[in-house]
C-alpha cells in the first residue's frame, strides 16, 4: 500500500456509550414526517405488545455513522454504513456503539477500511450489527 496507513486491522472503535431520548426519537419522527405511535407514546407501544417506547431503526444506523465519523476524527469520509436490525431498542435506555477494523485495503489509489459494528444493549446483547467502509483522505472533497 503507498502512503502511510491511517487504518489499522484490529483497530477499535469505542465503546461509544449512549441513551436515546425521547426528544430525539421525536426529531428524527418529525424529519421523517412519520410518527408511529409507538416510538413515542408508551401507552401505545405496550398496546402493541412492546415493552416501552422503541427507537427507530434509521435512528440507530444514524448512531452508528456519527460514531464511525467521531472515531475518524478528520482522518477520512464515511463511504458506507448498513445494519442488521436484531432487537429493539427502548428509548431512554443506555446503548454502547463498539466496532473494529476488519479488513485495511487500497482501492483507487486511495486507503480504506471495513469495520463490524455494533450496538450493544443494557443486557449484552447485540441490537444491531453492522458493517462499514471508510476511506482516507478527504474524498475529493
Known sequence: MSGEAL?????ELGPVELRPDQGQVIR??????????????E?????????????????????????????LGGRGWVRQVRATHRRPDLVGRPVVI?????RVYEEGGRQRADLELAVINEEGQPSVRG???VEAGNGGR
Open 7 to 11: 487504518f489499522r486491522e484490529g483497530e
Open 28 to 41: 428524527y419522527c418529525a424529519l421523517q414526517w412519520a410518527f408511529p405511535a409507538f416510538f413515542y407514546d
Open 43 to 71: 401507552a401505545a407501544a405496550r398496546a402493541q405488545g412492546m415493552p416501552g417506547t422503541l427507537v427507530p431503526g434509521p435512528l440507530k444506523v444514524g448512531l452508528l455513522y456519527r460514531a464511525v465519523e467521531a472515531w
Open 98 to 102: 463498539a466496532g473494529r477494523v476488519v
Open 131 to 133: 458493517f462499514a467502509v
